[in-house]
């Protein structure tokens, strides 16, 4: 088993900064491909950065592209989420997931994932 716990959500406003936070459980944790993904109000659960395990690459969705950074401290078994520039519709559910799979890409479904986090809110004014 693989327990992921997301931290540093909070109500930030737009145009800040807010850096979330993933703690992994288990002496494995860079074998796994990690994810963020996030979940508005009434929307589907939603893709936003993935990192290999090894961090030689990363995966981001257009929509924060150049905002959102995905990085990953394997001594420390975690996976960070570094925001900026913040709009309020980055208002969402955050969630950290693990991918244990050996396929070559990165992966961008949900279903590609194996294990996952309870979320973390963050909320961006306007």
């Known amino acids: 088993q693989v327990q992921l716990v997301e931290s540093g959500g909070g109500l930030v406003q737009a145009g800040g900064s807010l850096r979330l936070s993933c703690a992994a459980s288990g002496r494995t944790f860079s074998s796994y491909e990690m994810g963020w993904f996030r979940q508005a109000p009434g929307k589907e659960r939603e893709f936003v950065a993935a990192i290999s395990r090894s961090a030689g690459t990363t995966s981001y969705a257009d929509s924060v592209k150049g905002r959102f950074t995905i990085s990953r401290d394997n001594a420390e078994n975690t996976v960070y989420l570094q925001m900026n520039s913040l709009k309020p519709e980055d208002t969402a559910v955050y969630y950290c997931?693990?991918?244990?799979?050996?396929?070559?890409?990165?992966?961008?479904?949900?279903?590609?994932?194996?294990?996952w986090g309870q979320g973390t809110q963050v909320t961006v004014s306007s």
């Open positions: 997931a693990a991918d244990r799979s050996l396929r070559a890409g990165i992966g961008v479904k949900l279903y590609e994932y194996d294990y």
